[in-house]
């Protein structure tokens, strides 16, 4: 296991209002898979971890491409994923040849979802459901971000979304990137691509690139949850997750309106800095 990083893994399964997100990830001398729903979060320490060929296995879970199955305290299934839907290439643009304090990746932005779990004793059914996945890895979180996923609209769209702080050869600039999947075709927004940021806020988020305009108004939810986050690659940080933000979406190109969307159904994460 390397000594001074991390690596983790998001795996989110909605269906309607039931969401449910597993982080199976490993850091300094521990391994672990957190949990968040609505109802809260759950961390759980497990034995170990391992990756063959795309197949992620820590205590008694397993998540791949094709699904995941789940034996932790209270909580027990599986879920089947169809067809993921990768990028056409890397989000991280020609930064993922570089070191990163917080190396960011996408497996899937959007794919569907069919089974079951067992939550303290309640059955949930994702059958017809969506799914998304990625992964970070690096060292440490940004000190300051905001991040946004949302696949639950009225249209086929997934966007993912974020601004950070972000450390680079002893410098700083605040960056961002954002993909959205609509209707089968990939937009993509980015610092590396000439994408500029008017405006972030906890509420507000707008950015532009070419001829692409994206707004999109967040309200978190009146619950968010802690989760644990790495800090120089141990787990001693905590950020804190929205897991059904209001969310309204809006892209322009070339000033004609591409879509205008809603959902109450967005994983939202925001942390301030007064220094960005």
Not at 3 to 27: C, L, M, S, V
Not at 100 to 117: A, D, K, P, V
């Amino acid at each position: 296991m390397r000594n001074k990083g991390f690596e983790g893994w998001y795996f989110r399964h909605q269906k309607d209002e039931d969401t449910i997100a597993f982080i199976p990830g490993r850091a300094e001398n521990t391994s672990f898979v957190q949990v968040i729903s609505p109802a809260g979060s759950r961390q759980f320490d497990t034995p170990g971890l391992s990756v063959n060929h795309g197949v992620i296995r820590t205590g008694n879970c397993l998540f791949s491409r094709r699904g995941c199955k789940i034996d932790l305290p209270g909580i027990g299934g599986k879920i089947r994923y169809g067809g993921l839907t990768p990028l056409h290439s890397d989000i991280m643009g020609p930064f993922r040849f570089f070191p990163m304090e917080c190396r960011h990746g996408i497996i899937s932005m959007t794919h569907s979802l069919s089974g079951s779990l067992s939550i303290d004793g309640a059955a949930h059914s994702f059958n017809g459901g969506t799914g998304y996945a990625e992964k970070d890895s690096g060292t440490s979180f940004p000190r300051s971000y905001l991040w946004m996923q949302c696949s639950d609209f009225p249209e086929p769209c997934s966007v993912m979304v974020s601004v950070a702080h972000i450390p680079f050869y002893g410098m700083s600039f605040r960056g961002c990137i954002c993909a959205i999947v609509y209707r089968g075709r990939e937009y993509r927004l980015a610092t590396y691509g000439g994408a500029h940021i008017h405006a972030v806020s906890a509420e507000h988020l707008c950015l532009s690139q070419g001829k692409l305009l994206l707004e999109i108004d967040m309200k978190p939810s009146r619950s968010s949850h802690p989760l644990r986050s790495p800090v120089q690659g141990k787990m001693s940080g905590t950020i804190r997750e929205n897991c059904n933000a209001a969310v309204s979406a809006r892209l322009w190109d070339r000033g004609k309106t591409v879509f205008s969307l809603h959902s109450s159904h967005a994983a939202y994460e925001y942390v301030p800095d007064g220094k960005d």
